[in-house]
């Protein structure tokens, strides 16, 4: 396999020799597998510090030694370092341990450190790790911590050019930091002997080369039925299959991780073929992903169980099982690490979007704590994102999290119903974008959230409204409309919005064909929920108090009629007509102590008295 150089590696080695000052940032608490043979064999898995000593070491630079506000100077990698540069400062070794101060009145290692790069006798190299540790802060910086930085600063316009064994070399002054703006701004900016270079992620050609390189090697190899990690890996092929798959499960990983990863699945004794496994043990901590226990039986099923809760929904209920199918059909493909669903509810309000979410969280996970909803009302603000992803260090806020990571890293498994996902703000939007492309989410704590096992839903009114003459919103959509014609204009409007009004049809493009539309309440389906809500309250009377509760036909078609009036509000009228003519009329006269407990009652009629709505009760026993 060809070698693959990651590209901070490869700036190293180009602006080593033409800047005085390298500043590394991003991922510098990981490890790295070393590319080349060197100091150390190539594949090596190395410490920052390490890999930087061993670099600088195959570019010939005689005095290499790290510095910190803790320890001072020093080099544990290997011996003869810290003695040559102690020479050159002309002081004692327990000098750079003891009394090399950063700061205060008798800040000693910045001037080491100048004199370091000043002298012209061997090519040195200074590494300062935990520089965001230097300072309390890089906009408020004290005298003291200005001279220090000034001294430095003063030291890589004079870093002298060095001629030793390797040829000529720059003195150089290389700061670890987490982020570039750790340090005060304008030591760097405009800062012509400065660059800063990113350490990422590793890639996924990094990830290939440490899986398919020696520390892998035995983990993978063909011995691996006496160590009884798996039931096969007979050819050369199977075992490409299985490394190339392990590489796709891992985008995202740190070499840390990866190695942790490799600990983990001999620990656990998980087979290599089940590489989905130990994934979902070291993100989610449990070894069966609640996917591969879904009763598949009741999903096909599934319809009958949604129009429990469901009416009247039939085309929207089957779109969305088939979206459900299919995730569950293409288990953990390690090409796509996206979330397992994504679905886009619209129509009338009151049809039974919610309700199909919850439905849907309780037939996947068997609970429906499994649901979450946030409202995107609620997210308008520019600064919305915090609040839903959580507040950056120092922010207010910032220990609590954010609602929807808090939520996912509670249960990775669940549905996430974003309502009215048109009201939030664009900033929001920007975040779908990489939670619908990438499955994952840093929070505001640096967290990696992972949204690659949730079903995710969007609601929107869009189409449902338009703005009129006078300013005011019409309804658009009729319940005279045909299903097919509603859909048409539905999707026509969702489409326009996404791509005309806001101007983000990459947002579009990732919901794809799974835009359910909702139909209006027609007045069968009227009459299915209105009977729902009726049993429904006859169960309740009937377990907390013993009420056996009957409505004769004529007391039904009042009931219905009231909900005739209502049918625009879709399920909600219904069940405000049976709140306000039902219940609370019925809770009325059980106050007044003309129902008794344990009592079978019919209802026989209703009748409006005083603007209120009395029923007629006859108690049988």
Same mark, same amino acid.
């Given at each position: 396999?060809?070698?693959?150089?990651?590209?901070?590696?490869?700036?190293?080695?180009?602006?080593?020799?033409?800047?005085?000052?390298?500043?590394?940032?991003?991922?510098?608490?990981?490890?790295?597998?070393?590319?080349?043979?060197?100091?150390?064999?190539?594949?090596?898995?190395?410490?920052?510090?390490?890999?930087? %000593? %061993?670099?600088?070491?195959?570019?010939?630079?005689?005095?290499?030694?790290?510095?910190?506000?803790?320890?001072?100077?020093?080099?544990?990698?290997?011996?003869? %370092?810290?003695?040559?540069?102690?020479?050159?400062?002309?002081?004692?070794?327990?000098?750079?341990?003891?009394?090399?101060?950063?700061?205060?009145?008798?800040?000693?290692?910045?001037?080491?450190?100048?004199?370091?790069?000043?002298?012209?006798?061997?090519?040195?190299?200074?590494?300062?790790?935990?520089?965001?540790?230097?300072?309390?802060?890089?906009?408020?910086?004290?005298?003291?911590?200005?001279?220090?930085?000034?001294?430095?600063?003063?030291?890589?316009?004079?870093?002298?050019?060095?001629?030793?064994?390797?040829?000529?070399?720059?003195?150089?002054?290389?700061?670890?930091?987490?982020?570039? +703006?750790?340090?005060?701004?304008?030591?760097?900016?405009?800062?012509?002997?400065?660059?800063?270079?990113?350490?990422?992620?590793?890639?996924?050609?990094?990830?290939?080369?440490?899986?398919?390189?020696?520390?892998?090697?035995?983990?993978?190899?063909?011995?691996?039925?006496?160590?009884?990690?798996?039931?096969?890996?007979?050819?050369?092929?199977?075992?490409?299959?299985?490394?190339?798959?392990?590489?796709?499960?891992?985008?995202?990983?740190?070499?840390?991780?990866?190695?942790?990863?490799?600990?983990?699945?001999? +620990?656990?004794?998980?087979?290599?073929?089940?590489?989905?496994?130990?994934?979902?043990?070291?993100?989610?901590?449990?070894?069966?992903?609640?996917?591969?226990?879904?009763?598949?039986?009741?999903?096909?099923?599934?319809?009958?169980?949604?129009?429990?809760?469901?009416?009247?929904?039939?085309?929207?209920?089957?779109?969305?099982?088939?979206?459900?199918?299919?995730?569950?059909?293409?288990?953990?493909?390690?090409?796509?690490?996206?979330?397992?669903?994504?679905?886009?509810?619209?129509?009338?309000?009151?049809?039974?979007?919610?309700?199909?979410?919850?439905?849907?969280?309780?037939?996947?996970?068997?609970?429906?704590?499994?649901?979450?909803?946030?409202?995107?009302?609620?997210?308008?603000?520019?600064?919305?994102?915090?609040?839903?992803?959580?507040?950056?260090?120092?922010?207010?806020?910032?220990?609590?999290?954010?609602?929807?990571?808090?939520?996912?890293?509670?249960?990775?498994?669940?549905?996430?119903?974003?309502?009215?996902?048109?009201?939030?703000?664009?900033?929001?939007?920007?975040?779908?974008?990489?939670?619908?492309?990438?499955?994952?989410?840093?929070?505001?704590?640096?967290?990696?959230?992972?949204?690659?096992?949730?079903?995710?839903?969007?609601?929107?009114?869009?189409?449902?409204?338009?703005?009129?003459?006078?300013?005011?919103?019409?309804?658009?959509?009729?319940?005279?409309?045909?299903?097919?014609?509603?859909?048409?204009?539905?999707?026509?409007?969702?489409?326009?919005?996404?791509?005309?009004?806001?101007?983000?049809?990459?947002?579009?493009?990732?919901?794809?064909? +799974?835009?359910?539309?909702?139909?209006?309440?027609?007045?069968?389906?009227?009459?299915?929920?209105?009977?729902?809500?009726?049993?429904?309250?006859?169960?309740?009377?009937?377990?907390?108090?013993?009420?056996?509760?009957?409505?004769?036909?004529?007391?039904?078609?009042?009931?219905?009629?009231?909900?005739?009036?209502?049918?625009?509000?879709?399920?909600?009228?219904?069940?405000?007509?049976?709140?306000?003519?039902?219940?609370?009329?019925?809770?009325?006269?059980?106050?007044?102590?003309?129902?008794?407990?344990?009592?079978?009652?019919?209802?026989?009629?209703?009748?409006?008295?005083?603007?209120?709505?009395?029923?007629?009760?006859?108690?049988?026993?």
């Amino acid at each position: 396999m060809e070698t693959y150089i990651p590209k901070w590696h490869s700036e190293l080695t180009i602006f080593s020799s033409v800047k005085s000052v390298l500043i590394l940032e991003g991922n510098v608490l990981d490890s790295y597998q070393y590319p080349v043979e060197g100091s150390v064999p190539k594949g090596s898995i190395l410490r920052l510090n390490e890999y930087l %000593h %061993h670099f600088f070491k195959d570019m010939a630079y005689q005095n290499i030694v790290f510095y910190n506000t803790l320890d001072g100077f020093s080099n544990s990698v290997e011996d003869g %370092h810290i003695e040559r540069f102690c020479r050159l400062c002309g002081i004692s070794v327990w000098q750079t341990t003891v009394n090399a101060d950063f700061k205060g009145a008798d800040a000693t290692a910045p001037q080491y450190i100048k004199t370091v790069l000043e002298q012209n006798l061997e090519p040195s190299v200074v590494v300062m790790d935990f520089a965001s540790r230097s300072i309390v802060s890089p906009d408020m910086l004290d005298q003291r911590e200005v001279d220090s930085f000034t001294r430095i600063l003063q030291a890589s316009l004079g870093a002298k050019d060095v001629r030793g064994e390797g040829g000529i070399r720059k003195n150089l002054f290389v700061m670890i930091v987490n982020k570039l +703006n750790d340090l005060p701004a304008w030591f760097f900016l405009n800062n012509p002997n400065g660059k800063c270079i990113t350490l990422g992620y590793p890639t996924k050609e990094e990830r290939e080369a440490l899986v398919k390189g020696e520390n892998f090697r035995s983990f993978f190899s063909p011995d691996c039925y006496q160590r009884g990690m798996a039931d096969f890996c007979e050819s050369p092929e199977e075992l490409a299959r299985i490394q190339d798959r392990f590489v796709g499960l891992t985008e995202g990983f740190t070499f840390t991780e990866l190695n942790s990863l490799r600990r983990l699945c001999k +620990n656990e004794r998980i087979e290599m073929h089940a590489m989905t496994d130990v994934v979902d043990l070291y993100r989610y901590g449990i070894k069966e992903n609640p996917w591969k226990k879904v009763d598949r039986e009741k999903i096909r099923d599934g319809i009958r169980y949604f129009e429990r809760r469901v009416k009247g929904q039939l085309p929207a209920l089957t779109k969305t099982l088939r979206v459900i199918k299919r995730a569950i059909a293409s288990g953990s493909d390690s090409a796509n690490k996206r979330p397992k669903g994504v679905l886009f509810f619209a129509g009338p309000t009151g049809t039974g979007k919610t309700e199909t979410a919850k439905t849907l969280a309780e037939l996947l996970f068997g609970d429906e704590s499994a649901f979450f909803r946030f409202d995107m009302s609620e997210y308008k603000q520019s600064h919305s994102d915090q609040k839903l992803l959580g507040a950056p260090p120092g922010y207010v806020g910032y220990e609590a999290g954010g609602q929807l990571t808090n939520a996912v890293r509670k249960k990775p498994f669940s549905v996430l119903l974003f309502d009215e996902i048109e009201k939030a703000h664009s900033s929001i939007l920007d975040k779908f974008l990489q939670i619908l492309d990438d499955g994952r989410m840093t929070d505001g704590q640096g967290n990696t959230v992972y949204f690659s096992e949730c079903v995710i839903i969007f609601t929107s009114n869009l189409g449902v409204y338009a703005e009129g003459e006078n300013g005011k919103l019409r309804c658009v959509i009729d319940p005279k409309m045909s299903y097919d014609e509603l859909s048409k204009t539905l999707k026509g409007a969702i489409e326009d919005y996404f791509k005309l009004t806001l101007g983000r049809p990459e947002l579009l493009n990732r919901i794809g064909d +799974n835009i359910v539309i909702y139909d209006f309440m027609r007045e069968d389906t009227a009459h299915e929920i209105l009977k729902a809500q009726i049993s429904r309250y006859q169960k309740e009377l009937h377990t907390t108090r013993r009420i056996t509760l009957t409505l004769s036909e004529e007391a039904y078609q009042y009931l219905f009629e009231r909900v005739r009036e209502h049918l625009d509000e879709n399920g909600r009228g219904v069940r405000n007509v049976v709140h306000s003519h039902l219940e609370e009329s019925f809770e009325c006269r059980y106050f007044e102590g003309d129902i008794p407990e344990g009592s079978e009652v019919l209802i026989t009629a209703f009748h409006n008295e005083g603007g209120y709505t009395v029923p007629d009760i006859t108690v049988v026993n």
